[in-house]
């Protein structure tokens, strides 16, 4: 059953929604979904609040679009759909903030180690995982995890397992995160900034240039917290009239 989507929230709730019907069967994998023009009707919003819910739900591999055809639900989007409707522990203890400004205390000393310690094979390794990431985005194919395998590459290549501990044991809180970021900021520009910014560490990696390294990562790492921060804030107010 659809609900009509509240105003506040209108991407997130349709999504969730969306998700929530391909879980329960209503929509399985394959299947044609409503149009736009219906969906707007059924969640008595804008046909443009769904087209943006559906562009993202696209990009991460949940649907499909075929031209001329309609929008499908895509043959391995319940892997996509359990991932994104597992908020965890980010979502109930709101706990956002915290962990960015964690990553942004540890992640820059990272990739200073990074720089001086990187291999041939290392440095392969990170921009293996970047081409990943474009490849799955240009295929519509977007999974978390994949995008902050970046970070996971940074790690190893530092090689300091004390530092990296701190950050694997978090790894799934992490992830959540990035969810999060994306359900709040939907646009693929974000994505595609994100990875501009990896490729540009990558190369002061291979430059061995250590202080751009880690002011390139302070700033990646301080614009996903700005990001963040609103989300935190809106989950600690208490809702009025209850």
């Known amino acids: 059953m659809i609900i009509p989507a509240k105003r506040k929230t209108l991407y997130e709730e349709i999504s969730k929604q969306i998700l929530s019907m391909i879980q329960k069967g209503s929509w399985p994998p394959g299947e044609k ?21 559906i562009k993202a739900l696209e990009l991460v591999g949940v649907l499909s679009s075929r031209s001329g055809r309609g929008t499908f639900v895509s043959e391995g989007a319940m892997s996509h759909v359990l991932t994104l409707q597992n908020d965890g522990e980010i979502d109930s203890e709101c706990k956002l903030n915290e ?18 310690k990187a291999t041939d094979a290392d440095i392969r390794a990170i921009e293996e995982s970047i081409n990943v990431c474009i490849k799955a985005f240009n295929e519509k194919n977007y999974d978390f995890t994949i995008g902050f395998e970046f970070h996971k590459c940074i790690f190893r290549t530092a090689n300091n397992p004390i530092l990296s501990s701190m950050l694997e044991n978090i790894s799934q809180s992490l992830i959540a995160t990035r969810k999060l970021i994306f359900f709040k900021h939907v646009n693929e520009n974000i994505l595609l900034e994100e990875l501009m910014e990896h490729k540009k560490i990558l190369e002061l990696i291979k430059s061995r240039d250590e202080e751009a390294a880690m002011i390139a990562m302070k700033n990646h790492l301080i614009e996903s917290l ?14 009025s009239g209850k």
């Open 33 to 53: 979904i409503p149009g736009e023009i219906e969906l707007a009707k059924r969640f008595e919003v804008s046909r443009n609040s769904v087209r943006e819910s």
């Open 99 to 116: 962990i960015m400004e964690a990553r942004a205390a540890i992640e820059p000393g990272l990739v200073a180690l990074a720089v001086r």
């Open 226 to 239: 700005n990001r963040v921060r609103p989300i935190a804030k809106n989950k600690k107010q208490p809702q």
